[in-house]
């Protein structure tokens, strides 16, 4: 006898713990950025529930990859991982941040209206130092898998091709404070690239690709 599966969804039409396949995929079918997965016992999914997606969407083997070819090694476990998203269908963008050892999300801004995913990046980034400066953890590592946002930051200046006017004034608004940010402050925390091509998704990921 097949043993009887518990679904979690923790984004959805109606986050929540469901004990049918056919339930749970009515609150995840056409929805963008639906994160859930089955569980094996109700015990198991109630803990589930109440922890980041991240934790258990994103498996293990992932983040233990052995070294590449390349020489990329292995993620640091004591750090910060940033990733943002654009919703092609609302035109705006949102980002976040999660410790990569445990999975849980530490910071999320947005949705904002008429940003992109570059400036996304970029904000999280720096997001992910103002925390970092704030609870007094200079040498935590933060990964990025923005090459661009990365540079940016290193430049102290978002360089976004992004028009400015009166749509786009709090995306601006956003931009200018990290970037007054980053001139006020120093810090010692190394931004590294994620190298999602050998470790699997960035676990700050949205999900919607």
């Known amino acids: ?45 109630q803990q589930a529930y109440n922890e980041h997606p991240a934790r258990h969407i994103y498996k293990k083997e992932k983040r233990d990859a052995p070294v590449s070819k390349t020489g990329v090694g292995n993620p640091i476990h004591d750090s910060i991982c940033v990733d943002a998203a654009w919703n092609s269908v609302q035109k705006d963008m949102e980002y976040q941040g999660v410790f990569y050892k445990t999975g849980n999300r530490i910071f999320h801004t947005g949705p904002v209206a008429h940003g992109t995913n570059n400036i996304g990046e970029f ?33 102290k200046k978002c360089k976004t091709n992004l028009e400015e006017n009166a749509k ?28 999602t091509s050998t470790w699997g998704e960035n676990p700050a990921d949205f999900g919607r690709k």
């Open 1 to 45: 006898m097949t043993k009887k599966k518990v679904y979690v969804v923790w984004k959805g039409v109606t986050p929540g713990i469901y004990t049918s396949w056919e339930d749970c995929k009515k609150q995840v079918e056409g929805f963008a950025g639906a994160a859930y997965k089955s569980f094996s016992s109700m015990e198991e999914a």
């Open 123 to 155: 904000l999280a980034i720096v997001h992910a130092l103002g925390y970092c400066k704030k609870h007094q953890i200079p040498s935590m590592p933060i990964y990025s898998d923005s090459r661009n946002a990365i540079g940016w930051v290193k430049a």
């Open 168 to 195: 786009t004034a709090p995306v601006f608004e956003l931009i200018r404070r990290a970037e007054k940010w980053l001139i006020e402050n120093t810090y010692k925390n190394p931004i590294l690239k994620w190298e």
